[in-house]
Nanobody
């Protein structure tokens, strides 16, 4: 399984970025897909995820600003990030998880997002 993340960059506070993650296979094969981020000196945290069956979860700090979506035809998930804040600065990682036959997590290479004040 390969996950290719793209779309990071430098943006001013209040701006927008769109991250994309292309999977090497059908995204239907995963139970969960989502985005995590890790800021300097901090632990990696879940930002948003799609649970197969169309359930979506967001961390509280991004609710109302970020939107996660999936494109089954292109085997990609995206994260639309609006109203960006300096505290959103981090390396963002795409994640895919399967529960069967055992729990397996797959990670993309990370894409850096920097929000200047």
């Amino acid at each position: 399984v390969q996950l290719q993340a793209s779309g990071g960059g430098l943006v001013q506070a209040g701006g927008s970025l769109r991250l994309s993650c292309a999977a090497s296979g059908s995204i239907f094969s995963f139970n969960v897909m989502g985005w995590y981020r890790q800021a300097a000196g901090k632990q990696r945290e879940l930002v948003a995820r799609i649970i197969r069956g169309d359930s979506v979860n967001y961390v509280g700090s991004v609710k109302g600003r970020f939107t996660i979506s999936g494109d089954n035809a292109k085997n990609t998930i995206s994260l639309q990030m609006n109203s960006l804040k300096p505290e959103d600065t981090a390396v963002y990682y795409c994640n895919a998880r399967r529960y069967y036959p055992t729990v397996n997590d797959y990670w993309g290479q990370g894409t850096e997002v920097t929000v200047s004040s």
